[in-house]
Each structure stands twice: as structure tokens, then as C-alpha cells.
């Protein structure tokens, strides 16, 4: 299967990927995490993308698109991917359709969570996540570690992304209504969006997300 996970940050695409790459047995491609890992290893595209990242706002285009189609390019995801955080806005979204169809292959979903606003605030101001892997997630109530602190998958330290203080959540939400958003209606008139409610325990959001991709 080939899905696309669109919402806003903080509702929660990168913990249902981990648990839906792996019931579909499909590679769980997060841009976020693509650009995460560069930053740490110190690249020359870790260091074009970080001041955007700090600031909240996109990375250009030309940076992401080229990350996500080699991506994209790589064996494990010839049969299939689930992309979280990819299109990002129309143009990424077109890029992508091109790239599909150089392929001869389409998306099978659009899977569109949705969380409200102040939810949303909540889960970010939790978050916390490890520095060896940003995809191993925690949150400081809601899905707490074994040990403070500590991962429980890798054992690597858990801290706050620097761009889920209160300032840069603000703007990337506005980034998202803004730019992320309108790809819910260019996959809509394709016939490929469904939304489900991203609230409720993580494993009653797998489900419907589940019952949704049938
Ligand atoms: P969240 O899931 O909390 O919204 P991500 O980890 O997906 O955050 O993204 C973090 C940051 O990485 C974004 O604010 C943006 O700067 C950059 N980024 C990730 N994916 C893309 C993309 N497809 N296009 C442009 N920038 C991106
Ligand atoms: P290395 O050669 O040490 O793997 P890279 O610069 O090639 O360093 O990649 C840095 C990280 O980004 C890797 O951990 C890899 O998982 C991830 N990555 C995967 N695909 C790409 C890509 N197409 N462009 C950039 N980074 C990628
Ligand atoms: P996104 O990738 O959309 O930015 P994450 O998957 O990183 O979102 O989740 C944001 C925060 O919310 C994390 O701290 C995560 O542990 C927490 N979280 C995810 N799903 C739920 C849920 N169903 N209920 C409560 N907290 C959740």
C-alpha cells in the first residue's frame, strides 16, 4: 500500500506510523525524522534545513523533494511506504504525483487525522523524543517512559525538540492551515482523503485508522 498521513503537528502521524508500517508491513518514511537524522550526523542538508525547522517555517522545496523521492527510490519502498509529513504543500504534492507516475503506481489513501486545536497544544508541550532516533516517541503524561528520561526502545536520552517550544508551535500551526491544508482538498478531488478522529488512547486510533484503510 501506498499511503500519505496528513495533520497537524503534534496529532500524533508519527506514533500511529510506527504501529501501521508495521501492521502492513510497509517502511514508515517521515520527513521529520529524514531531516532530524542529518542535523545529528552533522550533513550539508542537515545544515540547510535546520535555521527553517528552528524557525517554524518549511524547508524549501528543492532540499525536500529530492530527500523524499530518494527516499522513496530505496528497495524497501518498491511495494509500498507510508509517508508522514510528505507533501507537505500542493507543489510537494504534484511532485510527488509525478513521481508515482513515473513509476506507473498510485496512492491507495490519504489518511487525515484530526485533533482539535487545544489538544494539539497539549501533546506538543509533552512531547519528548530520543536523540539517537527522533521516530521513538514519548509524551510526559500520556505515554511515559519506563525509566524518566530514557528511551525505552534504544535506551538513547529523551528531550524536547527545540521546535516544540510555545513560539514555533504557533507559527508551524499557521504553516499548516496555510500550506499543509490545502493538499486535503487536492487529494479530495482525487477521491483518496479519509479522516478519522485522532482522539483516544493510541491503540483506539490504530484501530480506526485500520478500519479506515480497508
Ligand atoms: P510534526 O510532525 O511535529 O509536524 P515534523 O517532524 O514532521 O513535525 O517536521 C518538523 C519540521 O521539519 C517542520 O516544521 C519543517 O520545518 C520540516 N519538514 C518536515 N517535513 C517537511 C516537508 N515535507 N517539507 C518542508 N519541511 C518539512
Ligand atoms: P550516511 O552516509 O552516514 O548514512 P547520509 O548523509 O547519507 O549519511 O544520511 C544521513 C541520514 O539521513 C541517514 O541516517 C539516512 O537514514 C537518512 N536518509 C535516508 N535517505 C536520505 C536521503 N535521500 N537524503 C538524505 N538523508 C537520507
Ligand atoms: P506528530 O508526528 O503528528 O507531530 P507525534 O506522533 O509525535 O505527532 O505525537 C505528538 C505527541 O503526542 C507525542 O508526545 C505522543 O507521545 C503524543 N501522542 C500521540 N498519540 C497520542 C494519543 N492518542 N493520546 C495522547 N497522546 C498522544
Do not use: W
Not at 496529532?11 to 517521515?30: C, D, E, M, R, V
Not at 497539549?122 to 530520543?130: D, L, N, S
Request: proline share 4%.
Amino acid at each position: 500500500m501506498r499511503i500519505v498521513l496528513v495533520g497537524p503537528p503534534g496529532a500524533g502521524k508519527g506514533t500511529q506510523a510506527a504501529f501501521l508500517a508495521k501492521n502492513l508491513s510497509i517502511p514508515h518514511i517521515s520527513t521529520g525524522d529524514l531531516f532530524r537524522a542529518n542535523i545529528s550526523q552533522g550533513t550539508e542538508l542537515g545544515k540547510r534545513a535546520k535555521a527553517f525547522m528552528d524557525a517554524g517555517n518549511l524547508v524549501p522545496d528543492e532540499v525536500t523533494i529530492g530527500m523524499a523521492k530518494d527516499r522513496m527510490a530505496q528497495p524497501d519502498a518498491e511495494h509500498g511506504f507510508l509517508l508522514d509529513g510528505f507533501p507537505r504543500n500542493v507543489s510537494q504534492a504534484e511532485a510527488l504525483d509525478v513521481a508515482l507516475k513515473a513509476d506507473d503506481v498510485k496512492l491507495d489513501a490519504v489518511l487525515d487525522l484530526e485533533v482539535p486545536e487545544d489538544e494539539v497544544v497539549k501533546r506538543i508541550a509533552g512531547r519528548r523524543i530520543c536523540r539517537k532516533d527522533s521516530s521513538h516517541v514519548f509524551h510526559v503524561t500520556y505515554s511515559q517512559p519506563e525509566q524518566e528520561g530514557v528511551c525505552d526502545v534504544c535506551g538513547g536520552e529523551l528531550y524536547q525538540r527545540e521546535d516544540d517550544s510555545e513560539d514555533t508551535v504557533r507559527k508551524r500551526l499557521e504553516v499548516y492551515h496555510t500550506q499543509t491544508e490545502p493538499i486535503i482538498d487536492y487529494y479530495r478531488t482525487q477521491g483518496l482523503v479519509v479522516t478519522i478522529s485522532a482522539l483516544g488512547k493510541v491503540d483506539e486510533v490504530t484501530e480506526r485508522a485500520m478500519d479506515a484503510l480497508k
